[in-house]
């Protein structure tokens, strides 16, 4: 076991790399015009400059490290939601003083929903998986405030017992396009958390509408974020933050379909698959990437370990886990282009299909979801 003092602050230091995005957003609320398009230029592009300069990173923590060393690592994730609210409420004042133009208005709340959504959901994905009450706490606060909060429930319940079958919804599958993979998600996902927590209830004897069914709280801090925006800003405040919302979900949305994309777990028969292993998620070393979103690339490690927290993930090396080419941002961007996406990814599914299971000669059924659900799916 390492030692339990707090790690110095310069040792967390890369991982505060989002906090610059605050006062980038106070820069546009400020100045207007075409201010905003440095959120994105900070979080896009320059991580994926820093990328191609710094490499790799393949270095392994200790993961027996304990909790309290990592004081300054939390802390960042700690703060985040009081940082986050009070930009959009102060984006909104903004907007509510006329300020700014329609059109500058939008590109202000683009950059919200870029921030929200590259670092806002990401920090929520890593308190949730915590046991800490304060910590799932600011997870839900924060997913409620891009009016996603069945995430959680999609995520903890559905994902993580079920990525790479059928039965996850955001496992995106072979050929799948992004596009037609959003729409999916959208349809699908908060119908598939709504089931897992009523199973989850059925198995305690209560009823969907028992009090302890969590959709009661996300209904509520849901409603109070839309409430607090339009008391702030009136219907147009509403609207754009709506629209900052719908942003940041694209952005999540787009990070869940580079995750899995094409991989699948061995169908044993019966509805059953093979355990969660590094195979199963595509990792991706890229530095300064890793560094934005907290480490969120070492994904196949979160899905062997989920309760490991993200300065002590590891990552792997290929003969354990697939590889991406590029970091997080710029797989993204390929993703919005499904057939230079294809292209680019389409032949790696298809090498580790024949590395890691050389034995199915017919990948149909995994391709199309056709597979059978277990009975308890339903």
């Not at 790399?17 to 957003?25: C, E, F, W």
């Not at 949305?253 to 998620?281: A, C, F, M």
Request: with cysteine; hydrophobic share 45%.
């Amino acid at each position: 076991m390492s030692e339990s003092a707090p790690s110095p602050l310069p040792a967390a230091a890369p991982f505060w790399l989002s906090v610059a995005l605050v006062p980038l957003i106070a820069l546009a609320a400020w100045g207007g015009g075409a201010w905003w398009l440095l959120v994105p230029v900070y979080a896009w592009y320059l991580t994926t400059a820093l990328d191609g300069v710094l490499g790799l990173n393949g270095d392994n923590p200790d993961p027996d490290t304990a909790t309290e060393a990592l004081f300054w690592h939390r802390a960042v994730t700690l703060i985040w939601f009081p940082l986050q609210c009070a930009a959009l409420l102060g984006c909104l004042w903004v907007v509510a003083q006329g300020r700014l133009s329609g059109w500058e208005s939008l590109g202000l709340f683009f950059a919200l929903g870029v921030m929200s959504g590259s670092v806002g959901i990401v920090y929520a994905h890593e308190l949730l998986h915590q046991k800490s009450p304060l910590e799932r706490w600011l997870g839900d606060l924060l997913l409620a405030s891009v009016l996603y909060s069945h995430f959680r429930t999609e995520h903890l319940l559905v994902h993580h017992s079920w990525v790479s079958t059928p039965r996850d919804v955001v496992s995106a599958r072979y050929n799948e396009g992004f596009y037609r993979f959003f729409w999916r998600v959208l349809t699908e996902g908060p119908r598939s958390a709504w089931r897992a927590e009523t199973r989850f209830l059925a198995r305690a004897g209560r009823s969907p509408w028992d009090r302890r069914n969590p959709f009661w709280r996300y209904a509520m801090l849901q409603a109070a974020m839309l409430g607090l925006a339009f008391a702030v800003a009136g219907w147009v405040g509403l609207g754009l933050f709506v629209f900052q919302a719908f942003i940041a979900v694209w952005q999540l949305e787009l990070t869940n379909y580079i995750e899995h994309y094409g991989l699948s777990r061995k169908h044993l028969g019966d509805g059953r698959y093979e355990p969660v292993r590094p195979r199963h998620s595509w990792n991706a070393s890229h530095t300064a990437t890793n560094w934005l979103l907290i480490n969120l690339q070492r994904h196949s490690d979160h899905h062997t370990r989920p309760d490991r927290r993200f300065p002590l993930l590891q990552t792997y090396a290929e003969d354990e886990a697939p590889q991406l080419p590029l970091g997080y941002p710029a797989m993204t961007m390929l993703a919005m282009i499904p057939p230079l996406w294809r292209r680019r990814m389409n032949p790696r599914v298809r090498a580790w299909r024949k590395r890691f299971y050389p034995e199915i000669t017919d990948w149909t059924p995994y391709a199309t979801g056709t597979l059978p659900l277990p009975r308890n799916a339903l």
